[in-house]
T-cell receptor
């Protein structure tokens, strides 16, 4: 079964500095998709960034970028120039295709605290 | 511009009571999902529906039933609530095929079973 592991329950970063959140996954599939979602205290789930496994180039969205290592099954999220509004729970997720639809499998999450 | 709407947002039940969580999306998505979120465990899939008329079990389906009423609506029913079902429940819908689409989430429903 596909699993997603986030080994850091909590992380802290100073405002304006850079932080990296780790994620590893287990799969036997060759085509799949990886996501990072952010959940602020409002509880709303917000897509941060998405990576297609067939693309070698790492995805980037403004201050957010990923380091995708397919052979190592690793998908880390780097947040540059951290802001107070980045404080949230971050979830890594993996998606694959099943016969009757597709599902996202989530990691346990990492709480990110941003210090001013 | 509603997206995914869940009701109710909060509910307190006694053990053994039943209730239904309602979910509706207005984005014409085929796939819909119910997840539960518990501390330290992330989001776990309860049931999903790849298209109107089909439903399938996820990781933690025991104690739940679902109905895909039409393309817009996907409800989750607890027939006899248990304290272990105290959780935050999220409905989500998804565009795209082959795992490409972004999941759009509702705001969540906090359920407490006493």
């Amino acid at each position: 079964a596909q699993t997603v592991t986030q080994s850091q329950p909590e992380m802290s970063v100073q405002e304006a500095e850079t932080v990296t959140l780790s994620c590893t996954y287990d799969t036997s599939e060759s085509d799949y998709y990886l996501f990072w979602y952010k959940q602020p205290p409002s509880r709303q789930m917000i897509l941060v960034i998405r990576q297609e496994a067939y693309k070698q180039q790492n995805a980037t969205e403004n201050r957010f970028s990923v380091n995708f290592q397919k052979a190592a099954k690793s998908f880390s999220l780097k947040i540059s120039d951290s802001q107070l509004g980045d404080a949230a729970m971050y979830f890594c997720a993996y998606s694959y295709y099943m016969e009757y639809g597709n599902k996202l499998v989530f990691g346990a999450g990492t709480i990110l605290r941003v210090k001013s | 511009n509603a997206g995914v709407t869940q009701t109710p947002k909060f509910q307190v039940l006694k053990t053994g009571q039943s209730m239904t969580l309602q979910c509706a999306q207005d984005m014409n998505h085929n796939s819909m999902y119910w997840y539960r979120q518990d501390p330290g465990m992330g989001l776990r899939l309860i049931y999903y529906s790849a298209s109107e008329g089909t439903t399938d079990k996820g990781e933690v389906p025991n104690g739940y039933n679902v109905s895909r009423l039409n393309k817009r609506e996907f409800s989750l029913r607890l027939e006899s609530a248990a304290p272990s079902q105290t959780s935050v429940y999220f409905c989500a819908s998804r565009s795209g095929q082959l795992g490409t689409g972004e999941l759009f989430f509702g705001e969540g429903s906090r359920l407490t079973v006493l």
